[in-house]
């Protein structure tokens, strides 16, 4: 890589250092590719949905492409247990009548792909979490088996430390802001970094507003730079469609907010348990010595918010739920929460491949995004995807065409994903 005060060269330039941007440059320097940059306005993601998740790993899906990424994931964590913080404790799926036959017929797929899923009735439920007394309007219940838990910034970590044994770089602080496209197939890329970290408020500030014109930085405040490129990723998460368009093209994701709640249930240890699913679509599990729980309120409107609504959150939309699942959750206390960003495709689906449309040129800009809240989960197959993708010239190991977002230009619609939470 040739730097000099104001300009950088690389071969592949990634944008967003979350989970997915890391796997990515994992995933290039594991195919020997090793002049790769990551970039990055704050690698630390204090606002990034890696960091503000609930740390779910789960196979458990009703497409058989979502399985798969998560199943190779897995596979993978389950390799690196300690260094990622892997436990499969298991996701338990609660169901009535209305969707169990459903619930059923996927598990026949989930089986089939090699993916352990127990069948639970009421009493199997209750005996396996005796807590869940509520039962009444219960049909029955899946259990994953080798679904449970990760330690997300640990994930990460262990991605760029591998990555960056491999010759991968990462930039922090680099905003990315534009790019023009050569006719020798060159992308120049402009970058402003900020010359000292950013207090957690800026930061915030920055990722709601996503300025992206030179009049909007102060010149006091860091450097322009431009990075001179091959190819380069979109992996910026719920800022893709922002970072799509200043690329030149069109991406039909939005960021959501989604909220996330601390609870403590007094005389309930729950750290014998995984995640548990609840009908209603509240899940939670343990978080050191409390609950953790969450919920996708499907009225939410899209935008770059981050606000945590607190007591309003949790007792309009988390405490009900629970009350109605067991009396152990009668008198819970809340205790704290976050809201991160998802970013939501049409359906539901990643978008992984070359992108598309507008100006770009083939063959320059490649794309892994629009997880829908199961980036973690399967940012290992992804980030492997994309790199044979790039590197190879096709998918290797899993097939994943059918999740480039020309399947939304072409008509060639795959079912939405319908088990997402």
């Known amino acids: 890589m040739v730097r000099s005060a104001q300009h950088v060269s690389t071969e592949v330039l990634v944008i967003g250092g979350g989970l997915i941007g890391s796997a990515i440059a994992y995933g290039l320097v594991k195919q020997g590719l090793q002049d790769v940059l990551v970039i990055d306005p704050d690698l630390s993601g204090e606002w990034s949905s890696s960091e503000l998740n609930a740390g779910g790993v789960r196979g458990t899906w009703s497409q058989t492409v979502n399985l798969e990424l998560s199943k190779a994931s897995i596979d993978f964590f389950s390799l690196h247990a300690e260094q990622v913080g892997y436990r499969p404790c ?67 970590e ?22 023009e496209f050569s006719e020798q197939g060159r992308v120049g890329v402009e970058v402003f970094r900020f010359a000292s970290g950013l207090s957690s408020i800026k930061k915030r500030e920055l990722l709601s507003r996503n300025p992206s014109t030179r009049g909007e930085f102060a010149t006091e405040d860091g450097d322009w730079i431009r990075i001179d490129t091959d190819r380069v990723v979109n992996a910026s998460g719920a800022w893709a469609p922002e970072v799509a368009r200043r690329l030149g093209y069109d991406c039909p994701s939005r960021p959501v907010r989604r909220q996330i709640s601390l609870f403590h249930a007094r005389d309930l240890d729950l750290t014998p348990y995984g995640m548990i699913i609840d009908p209603s679509g509240v899940y939670f599990h343990p978080e050191s010595i409390y609950g953790l729980s969450g919920f996708a309120n499907q009225g939410e409107n899209p935008g770059y918010r981050f606000d945590y609504e607190g007591d309003s959150f949790f007792e309009e939309w988390i405490w009900p739920a629970l009350y109605e699942r067991s009396t152990a959750f009668e008198s819970l206390r809340h205790v704290s929460g976050w809201a991160g960003l998802y970013e939501e495709s049409p359906d539901h689906h990643a978008i992984i491949g070359e992108a598309i449309g507008g100006v770009i040129p083939a063959g320059r800009v490649f794309e892994a995004h629009s997880f829908s809240g199961h980036g973690a989960m399967q940012s290992f197959a992804a980030g492997r995807g994309i790199a044979e993708r790039m590197v190879l010239g096709r998918y290797e190991t899993i097939e994943l065409e059918s999740l480039s977002a020309a399947r939304f230009r072409d008509g060639k619609n795959i079912p939405g994903e319908t088990w997402v939470i």
């Open 90 to 156: 298991g996701y338990l799926w609660l169901h009535r009548p209305g969707t169990w036959d459903a619930a059923l017929r996927a598990r026949e797929m989930h089986v089939r792909h090699g993916w352990p899923v127990e069948v639970l009735d009421v009493e199997g439920i209750r005996q396996r979490v005796p807590f869940i007394d509520k039962t009444s309007d219960l049909a029955g219940g899946l259990f994953g088996v080798r679904d449970g838990l990760v330690n997300p910034n640990r994930l990460k």
């Open 158 to 179: 262990h991605f760029r430390e591998e990555a960056q044994r491999g010759g991968a770089k990462f930039m922090d602080g680099a905003y990315f802001c534009g790019a």
